[in-house]
């Protein structure tokens, strides 16, 4: 596997859990954890597909770009770009209405979230891609 393919991997691996985490806190911070079952299903599949259909169109899948903490805008704002549609997939799927202080409150944590996990992305791998490489001799 090449170095790109692996650095497209570990940021889809990332972003899903990430995307799991913000999920996971949601239900918590409402103290339905608990008894949340099936609902966080219905919550986390409805914003990984909308984030799985707006962030390669920014560019947040692009290795040069993931590494450039100058471009760390990208899946901040694909994110932002996202959650009307994950609200709007949720809602579909739930035959609910779609509360606007959702889509906001999702949008925004889930924009953080993204972002700050995109940081460590970039502290992680620069350093590493930056690293000298041993020789023998």
């Known amino acids: 596997m090449s170095s790109r393919n692996v650095q497209i991997s570990v940021l889809i691996i990332g972003d899903v859990i990430t ?3 913000v999920t996971v806190f949601g239900f918590a911070t409402h103290g339905t954890l608990g ?7 219905i919550t986390f599949v409805p914003l990984a597909l909308a984030w799985a259909a ?5 560019g947040a899948y692009d290795p040069g770009r993931a ?3 100058r471009q ?12 009307p549609l994950a609200s709007w997939l ?12 959702f889509v906001l409150v999702l ?22 891609l930056a690293a000298p490489k041993a020789t023998n001799g």
């Open 19 to 21: 995307l799991a985490v």
């Open 72 to 83: 760390l805008w990208r899946p901040f704002w694909a994110m932002v770009l996202a959650a």
């Open 107 to 128: 949008g925004g944590f889930s924009a953080l979230a993204i972002l700050a996990w995109r940081v460590v992305y970039v502290l992680i791998f620069s350093r590493r």
């Open 54 to 58: 707006v962030a390669p169109f920014l």
């Open 35 to 41: 008894t949340a079952g099936e609902r966080l299903f």
């Open 67 to 69: 590494l450039d903490a």
């Open 90 to 101: 949720r809602g579909v799927w739930l035959n609910a209405p779609i509360m606007p202080i």
